[in-house]
C-alpha cells in the first residue's frame, strides 16, 4: 500500500503563493502518475492538475491555469504544486494522489487514483 505524506499547507493572503510537497512510499516512484485535488467545505473534491511520469506532460483546472504549477523530482521521489496569486476560493483541504497511468481522458477523475494522501490545509485569507 502506497502512503503519500502531504506538507506545505497553512495560511496566507490573497495574492500570496505556498508550495505543496507530496512524498509517496514505494520505490517505484517514477512509473506513477501524480495528481493534486482539492476539497472546499461544502464541496465535492475536485481535479486541480497532474504530472505524468516523467513530467512531460501536466494538466490544469481552469480555475488555477496561469497561476499554479505542478511539477515533479524522480531522484527526489516528490511532486510539487507551487501556487502563485492564491484567491480566497482556492481555500481547501489539497490532496495528492497517485495513478498507474496517464490518461488523457480521465486524468481529472477522482477514480483513476488509487492512493490518497490524509491533506493539507491551504487557507487563502482576503
Known amino acids: 500500500q502506497v502512503q503519500l505524506v502531504e506538507s506545505g499547507g497553512g495560511l496566507v493572503q490573497a495574492g500570496g503563493s505556498l508550495r505543496l510537497s507530496c512524498a509517496p512510499s514505494?520505490?517505484?516512484?517514477?512509473?506513477?502518475?501524480m495528481g493534486w485535488f482539492r476539497q472546499a467545505p461544502g464541496k465535492e473534491r475536485e481535479f486541480v492538475a497532474v504530472?505524468?511520469?516523467?513530467?512531460?506532460?501536466?494538466n490544469y483546472a481552469d480555475s488555477v491555469k496561469g497561476r499554479f504549477i505542478i511539477s515533479r523530482s524522480n531522484a527526489q521521489k516528490t511532486v510539487y504544486l507551487q501556487m502563485n496569486s492564491l484567491k480566497p476560493e482556492d481555500t481547501a483541504v489539497y490532496y495528492c494522489?497517485?495513478?498507474?497511468?496517464?490518461?488523457?481522458?480521465?486524468?481529472?477523475?477522482?477514480?483513476?487514483?488509487?492512493?490518497w494522501g490524509q491533506g493539507t490545509q491551504v487557507t487563502v485569507s482576503s
Open positions: 494522489a497517485r495513478s498507474l497511468r496517464y490518461d488523457s481522458m480521465s486524468y481529472q477523475m477522482i477514480r483513476e487514483y488509487d492512493s
Open positions: 514505494g520505490r517505484t516512484f517514477s512509473t506513477y502518475t
Open positions: 504530472i505524468n511520469w516523467s513530467g512531460g506532460v501536466t
